[in-house]
């Protein structure tokens, strides 16, 4: 569901970008800081491109204020679109000058909630609709006379639809670039990775429809999951308990590769956790905590023959003990 031009960059590593460049721009840069925005970089290659885009129109528009700017791009991460202020208008032209030709909102449209990595958000909605934001997420919301759309531009969301006269005769729709997800009377999860989009029910059920081929879709039931594309649909593997585990502060592994497990818990710390090729295949089990993730990577050393060492706070490598 990206309508964008060929070459446009992902509108939400454009707001990313420019968030940077006005945060270092505030003064010299911590080492952590430094870290923090090489592995941003490196994670996605839109983010590289939105960087080196950011980088080029801020030596245009030096004269900015970063004070302004911070305010017009890096609005408190509970404020709504109203609240944001004066400030948007003097750094407009460089919003404009970066945004993609896209229907997905821009960071001179800001988006309704976020989080940053690490943090966690519950939002109810006016139709009392519970949302709740995992690690480093980004939702729009977009209710009108026949839908209560809930675009999910990055990470994961829990929903618990609402009821009620408020939201009678319009269906919830949680749509991503992969495709829609419509709530059938439901508590389910949808998480944003690079390439595909998955979905778990806790309660009720969905209906599934990639975006350029709705029909592929299907109905994911309670206790289920699945994973799509804008193409494709197939059922995953896995409890939907286990995968919205998150909810709880913990995650879930049984006999996960460490590798796959040291990414997850990379999600929910600033900074840069590496880990060398002769770990990443070691199976691990146990219930790993999200809410403090020192504690979780103490429990990887005590359970497996490894080695965790901190550089600094931010730079954490893993290896083979």
Same mark, same amino acid.
Do not use: C
């Given at each position: ?5 060929? !070459? ?5 590593? *454009? ?7 006005? #945060? *270092? =721009? ?17 994670a996605?290659?839109?983010? &590289? ?14 004269s ?6 911070m $305010? ?25 000058? *970066?945004?993609?030709?896209s ?5 001179y449209?800001?988006p309704d909630? +976020?989080?940053?990595?690490g &943090? =966690?958000l ?6 009392g ?8 997420s ?8 026949k ?6 531009? @990055? ?35 949808? +998480?944003?990775?690079?390439d595909?989009? @998955?979905?778990?029910?806790?309660? !009720? ?8 081929? %709705? ?7 309670a ?8 193409? #494709?649909? $197939? ?5 939907? #308990?286990?995968?919205?585990s ?12 460490? !590798? ?6 990379? @999600?929910?710390? %600033?900074g840069?956790? #590496? ?20 504690r979780a ?5 005590q ?9 600094? @706070?931010?730079?954490? +490598?893993?290896?083979? +003990?």
């Open positions: 569901m990206n309508d964008s031009p060929p !070459g446009a960059i992902d509108p939400v590593a *454009l707001d990313e970008a420019a968030a940077w460049v006005v #945060q *270092l =721009s505030a003064g010299g840069p911590l080492e952590a800081e430094r870290e923090a925005l090489a592995k941003w970089r490196a996605r290659p839109d983010n &590289e491109l939105a960087w080196r885009r950011a980088e080029a129109l801020t030596r245009t528009f030096d900015v204020s970063p004070t302004a700017a $305010a017009a791009l890096s609005p408190s991460d509970r404020v709504r679109r109203h609240r944001a202020t004066k400030a948007l208008a003097i750094v407009a032209v460089v919003a404009l000058g *970066l945004a993609a030709n229907r997905w909102p821009s960071f449209e800001f909630y +976020r989080t940053a990595v &943090e =966690s519950t939002v109810m909605l006016d139709d609709t519970r949302v709740t934001l995992n690690t480093d980004v939702v729009d919301v977009d209710f009108d006379s839908v209560r759309r809930i675009r999910l531009l @990055r990470g994961e969301a829990l929903i618990e639809s609402g009821h009620g006269s408020v939201a009678a005769g319009r269906p919830l729709v949680l749509e991503n670039r992969d495709g829609r997800v419509v709530a059938l009377g439901t508590v389910f999860g949808v +998480r944003k990775e690079r595909i989009s @998955r979905v778990a029910v806790l309660e !009720g059920a969905v209906r599934v429809e990639p975006a350029s081929n %709705p029909a592929a879709g299907d109905i994911v039931a206790g289920d999951a699945a994973r799509f594309d804008t193409r #494709q649909f $197939a059922d995953e593997a896995g409890t939907a #308990q286990r995968l919205t998150w909810r709880d502060g913990m995650l879930l592994a049984d006999e996960m590769p460490l !590798g796959r497990l040291l990414d997850e818990i990379n @999600r929910y710390r %600033p840069l956790l #590496q880990y060398d090729s002769a770990v990443a295949k070691l199976p691990i089990s146990g219930a790993f905590s999200l809410v403090d993730t020192d990577l103490a429990s990887v050393a359970a497996l023959p490894v080695e965790v060492t901190f550089h600094s @706070r931010s730079w954490v +490598r893993v290896t083979l +003990r």
